[in-house]
């Protein structure tokens, strides 16, 4: 990951900016550099993955025009040849180089063509102005504000504008700003036309999309790693990389050290795949001490994305001592596709859609959060082979009939799509669900409960949830994250639009906590 940092303005404060940086150093370790241009400041620090030598440092130039970029753009070398046909020089082996003679071409309709995840700001060196975009799944990260001059300023996190704004805003995915307006160039959540084949060709093609998805991902010019949790996603992920390397995959998982569930499924599938695999540890005094120091990098209150967090966290800083892995790749944004533990009780295919387009547009603000943040922080770099958009666009467009629950488990065509293949055992392509959360072992959210529960009385409780009208606590674990975040983020709550829950509008899903083991139908998934 790197961090991106920008400001519309003819009066740069150096001190300011050099410390609003300062707070991202783990996110690009490798180098910093800010430029003074005309009307604005560009600044950029690098996690060196794409073309890591010198020539590789942002921003980049044509013209008059300038760039800085998170990103990685799938494809990169054809689009590069094609612009180098057409007379574009580069100095570099960086992916993101192209962005400048892709602007050059298209302007702004470049956003999507692009088969990317990515957060960028363009210095458009005529106008003297900024122009800014995220990909339509926001798995990069990209902030917003106005200082109290009304300049605009951008930023990979939130703790980068704090103090420089007086809102932070998160950027909206799949959209672009120029010229003071947000303007969407592709809507990830929008269906044009259902997809009604046969069972067979559909999971054919979820079938090929995602063994697309994952390869594109494992061109890196640093060490790749993976997360492996032993469910369903993070084991096919794995599975397909490790049939594509010509070594043994680098695989990581983790548990709580009484009751971790996913440690021997994880365990099952390295055996299986062959991986060189590594199981990490984590214990309750961890998990505490770390309470505080989660939620300030994730900039969130969020009930599941916080418990959820705790274990890749962790899992994440102890890759980062123990290894040279610069790059990982997950298994989040499967669920928000093809369903949780909760969407077995929508009423309707309708309404499962409707769940699916809702999860996914709020993506940004839960699990590709947590994912971003939990990696970044520990220089690294996240890869999310489920969020290509290619197969994003497939499954979305699915008819939701055939992707709600009626066939005995819940993902059944994704389950399906590699039933033929047995690049898994039949126990984990079937496994019933368990959420990353609770499946490094139910100790963990009940640790946390009990320790936000010793925090404050009833009466405190009530009386200082009532301060916050904006996505009010309602459990004493609630109010503790919320107090935290508050001390790190104060007034900046609406960076996030609410708690992530079930569907509480229907049957069965009016529940007072986010963990998949208070509904009816979790059955077998925690064991």
Request: proline fraction near 4%; charge should be negative.
């Amino acid at each position: 990951m790197c961090t991106v940092f920008s400001v519309q303005t003819y009066h740069p404060n150096a001190d300011a900016i050099e410390a609003a940086l300062k707070k991202t150093e783990t996110r690009g370790p490798d180098d910093t550099k800010v430029v003074v241009l005309d009307g604005a400041v560009l600044g950029f620090q690098r996690l060196s993955i794409m073309g890591p030598d010198a020539s590789g440092m942002q921003p980049f130039f044509l013209g008059e025009n300038a760039l800085v970029c998170n990103g990685e753009i799938y494809g990169f070398r054809k689009i590069k040849s094609e612009l180098a046909a057409r007379g574009y020089a580069f100095h570099s082996d960086s992916d993101c180089e192209i962005l400048l003679p892709l602007y050059e071409e298209y302007g702004t309709g470049m956003f999507e063509q692009l088969d990317a995840e990515f957060a960028c700001v363009i210095y458009d060196g005529q106008s003297k102005s900024l122009i800014a975009a995220r990909d339509p799944i926001g798995i990069r990260p990209l902030h917003y504000g106005y200082t109290p001059y009304g300049e605009i300023c951008f930023a990979s996190e939130a703790k980068n504008l704090e103090g420089l704004v007086e809102t932070i805003y998160p950027f909206p995915p799949g959209h672009f700003y120029k010229d003071g307006q947000f303007i969407c160039y592709r809507d990830m959540s929008q269906v044009d036309a259902v997809i009604d084949d046969d069972l067979e060709t559909i999971c054919k093609t979820i079938h090929d999309r995602l063994i697309d998805g994952v390869l594109k991902r494992l061109d890196a010019d640093m060490p790749v790693g993976f997360l492996l949790s032993g469910g369903l996603d993070s084991s096919l992920v794995c599975t397909i990389a490790a049939r594509q390397m010509d070594r043994p995959i680098e695989t990581f998982a983790i548990g709580m050290e009484d009751d971790a569930i996913d440690l021997k499924y994880a365990r099952q599938v390295a055996e299986f795949i062959g991986s060189n695999h590594h199981e990490l540890i984590m214990t309750k005094e961890e998990v505490l001490s770390s309470l505080e120091e989660v939620i300030a990098e994730l900039a969130t209150f969020d009930i599941t994305t916080i418990r959820a967090s705790m274990g890749m966290y962790l899992l994440c800083k102890k890759i980062r001592e123990m290894s040279d892995i610069r790059v990982l790749l997950t298994g989040e944004i499967s669920d928000e596709l093809f369903g949780y533990k909760y969407t077995d009780f929508a009423p309707s295919p309708e309404e499962f859609q409707k769940e699916s387009e809702k999860r996914v547009r709020e993506l940004h603000m839960y699990d590709v959060l947590r994912a971003d943040r939990c990696i970044s922080t520990h220089s690294m770099e996240a890869r999310v082979p489920f969020g290509d958009l290619d197969f994003v666009s497939y499954v979305m467009a699915v008819d939701p009939a055939r992707k709600m629950n009626t066939y005995g488990i819940g993902k059944y065509l994704l389950r399906h799509a590699f039933e033929e293949d047995h690049l898994l055992p039949e126990s984990i392509l079937f496994r019933q669900k368990a959420a990353f959360s609770d499946a490094v072992g139910h100790s963990m959210a009940d640790d946390l409960k009990a320790y936000a529960e010793e925090r404050y009385t009833d009466e405190e409780f009530e009386e200082k949830r009532q301060q916050y009208t904006h996505a009010m606590p309602f459990t004493k674990e609630s109010l503790l994250y919320r107090e935290l975040f508050e001390k790190h983020y104060p007034g900046q709550s609406q960076m996030i639009v609410d708690f992530w829950m079930p569907n509480k509008n229907w049957k069965g899903c009016d529940v007072k906590d986010p963990s998949a083991r208070v509904l009816s139908n979790y059955g077998e998934s925690g064991s």
